[in-house]
């Protein structure tokens, strides 16, 4: 007989394995268990001089501040483009996975155990709008009103998720203004807002998602949204995010980011070094050359036009033409990298295991080691 068994949320991720061994070595000693880690967004996080140089998984720009959020509940903010930072309180010490600003003082964190903070000032202090707890308890009186085909399959879902507690993360998340959110992350949650955060409702079963597959990056392109998740899963919605429906998907393997390059174009990008284009919001797709087996983390559209990825060793990937040419960019000692924001001083700020790199872009045209 074949057993099949509930399967991690990072099962599919080489790149997240490699983030779990880091936080387990991290100088602050070894990391909780994702059980352990389960009540802690009940705890504050502790200060620590370490801070700054611990796993940082995002970095965003708050009008001219930049906020990044980690590992342990850190977050950091810096009021020097980067050049130095600070850690401020944070209501949670469960790792924090993205963080997004709107506007300049409006601004979204999300993480493990289902957390999701704000901030109303610009990051400097932030507050705990939902807990998994919570949102398994929405998702199951969500569920029992359902009266569809698929009502039974999501409910025992919702009934799941409560039973489990706190453990299942999300793990990115998009505002089209101070109001209307959405948060998607493993498991296939998704969650939506219209009122900032004061309320947050399930949406799961608006997604073209029956396997409830892992969403790990979503993206809005030319007045539309897209997901990208597991097993090379793309959504996309035309109506605001009221539904998403299946793409016919290019990828097999799982896609972990996606990025605009024109007004109708994207690039998703993931598993193994994949990555592919699309120049008609999501109809047809194209591969990029493969540029190595290395799986490719994070990405951004830089000022200029360029196509700027990341991947899991700590190299940068560069394309000045959309993705037909890449050229390889060495980091040293760079290790794991997490995400990319180009900065109004021609820097890119790039989170990652040592905390947050500046990188000039200038530097983008040679090979270059770490910048203080």
């Given at each position: 007989?074949l057993?099949?068994l509930p399967?991690?949320?990072y099962?599919?991720?080489s790149?997240?394995?490699a983030l779990?061994?880091?936080?387990?070595t991290n100088?602050?000693?070894a990391?909780?268990?994702?059980a352990a880690?389960?009540?802690?967004?009940?705890?504050p996080?502790?200060q620590?001089?370490?801070a700054?140089?611990?796993?940082?998984?995002?970095?965003a720009?708050?009008?001219k501040r930049?906020?990044?959020?980690?590992e342990r509940g850190?977050i950091?903010v810096?009021d020097?483009l980067?050049?130095?930072?600070?850690q401020?309180?944070?209501p949670?010490?469960?790792?924090?996975?993205?963080?997004?600003f709107?506007?300049?003082?409006?601004?979204?964190?999300v993480?493990?155990a289902?957390v999701i903070?704000?901030?109303?000032?610009?990051?400097?202090?932030w507050?705990?709008?939902l807990?998994?707890e919570?949102?398994?308890?929405?998702a199951?009186e969500?569920?029992?009103?359902?009266?569809?085909e698929?009502?039974?399959?999501?409910?025992?879902?919702?009934?799941?998720?409560?039973?489990?507690?706190?453990?299942?993360?999300?793990?990115n998340?998009h505002?089209s203004?101070?109001?209307?959110?959405l948060?998607?992350?493993?498991?296939?949650l998704?969650f939506?807002?219209d009122?900032?955060g004061?309320?947050?409702?399930p949406?799961?079963?608006y997604?073209?998602?029956?396997?409830?597959?892992h969403?790990y990056?979503?993206l809005e392109?030319?007045g539309?949204?897209?997901?990208a998740?597991e097993?090379?899963l793309l959504?996309r919605?035309?109506?605001?995010?009221?539904?998403?429906?299946a793409?016919?998907?290019?990828?097999t393997?799982?896609l972990?980011g996606?990025?605009?390059?024109?007004e109708?174009g994207?690039?998703?990008?993931?598993?193994?070094?994949?990555?592919?284009?699309?120049?008609?919001l999501?109809?047809?797709?194209?591969a990029?050359p493969?540029?190595?087996?290395?799986?490719?983390?994070?990405?951004?559209?830089l000022?200029?036009?360029s196509l700027?990825?990341?991947?899991e060793s700590?190299?940068?990937?560069l394309s000045?033409d959309?993705?037909?040419?890449?050229?390889?960019?060495?980091?040293?000692?760079a290790g794991?990298?997490s995400?990319?924001?180009?900065?109004?001083?021609?820097q890119?700020?790039?989170?990652g295991?040592?905390g947050?790199i500046?990188?000039?872009?200038?530097?983008?045209?040679?090979?270059?080691?770490?910048?203080?």
């Amino acid at each position: 007989m074949l057993i099949s068994l509930p399967r991690p949320w990072y099962g599919c991720l080489s790149f997240t394995a490699a983030l779990l061994t880091a936080m387990a070595t991290n100088a602050l000693g070894a990391a909780p268990t994702v059980a352990a880690q389960a009540n802690l967004f009940e705890q504050p996080a502790l200060q620590s001089a370490l801070a700054p140089h611990s796993l940082m998984l995002s970095v965003a720009q708050a009008g001219k501040r930049l906020v990044a959020v980690g590992e342990r509940g850190f977050i950091l903010v810096s009021d020097d483009l980067g050049s130095s930072w600070r850690q401020v309180d944070s209501p949670v010490s469960v790792t924090l996975t993205r963080v997004r600003f709107p506007t300049a003082n409006d601004g979204w964190a999300v993480g493990h155990a289902g957390v999701i903070l704000h901030s109303g000032d610009g990051g400097l202090t932030w507050t705990l709008q939902l807990d998994g707890e919570r949102a398994a308890q929405l998702a199951l009186e969500a569920a029992r009103k359902e009266t569809g085909e698929n009502a039974q399959a999501h409910l025992d879902n919702a009934q799941r998720l409560l039973d489990d507690g706190p453990d299942k993360p999300f793990l990115n998340l998009h505002f089209s203004d101070a109001r209307h959110g959405l948060v998607i992350g493993a498991y296939g949650l998704a969650f939506a807002t219209d009122d900032g955060g004061s309320h947050w409702r399930p949406i799961s079963a608006y997604l073209d998602n029956p396997s409830a597959l892992h969403l790990y990056d979503i993206l809005e392109q030319g007045g539309v949204l897209f997901i990208a998740g597991e097993q090379g899963l793309l959504l996309r919605s035309t109506d605001g995010g009221a539904s998403f429906q299946a793409l016919q998907s290019p990828a097999t393997g799982t896609l972990f980011g996606m990025v605009p390059i024109s007004e109708r174009g994207l690039v998703t990008f993931g598993l193994r070094g994949k990555a592919y284009r699309s120049d008609d919001l999501g109809e047809h797709w194209q591969a990029l050359p493969d540029r190595l087996s290395a799986t490719l983390t994070a990405g951004a559209r830089l000022n200029d036009g360029s196509l700027v990825l990341a991947d899991e060793s700590g190299a940068l990937q560069l394309s000045r033409d959309r993705g037909e040419h890449f050229e390889s960019i060495a980091m040293a000692d760079a290790g794991f990298l997490s995400g990319i924001t180009e900065l109004a001083n021609g820097q890119l700020a790039i989170s990652g295991i040592h905390g947050v790199i500046l990188l000039a872009t200038q530097n983008l045209n040679r090979s270059t080691g770490r910048e203080q």
